[in-house]
């Protein structure tokens, strides 16, 4: 159980992740 919920908030913050990069594509 412990390790579905992990596994959904790592995928909800690799999502919120790839939105912040795309929406800013600069690379510093």
Do not use: F, Q
Not at 7 to 26: F, K, M, S
């Amino acid at each position: 159980m412990l390790d579905l919920i992990l596994g959904v908030a790592t995928a909800i913050g690799l999502a919120l992740y790839l939105i912040h990069v795309l929406c800013r594509p600069e690379r510093y």
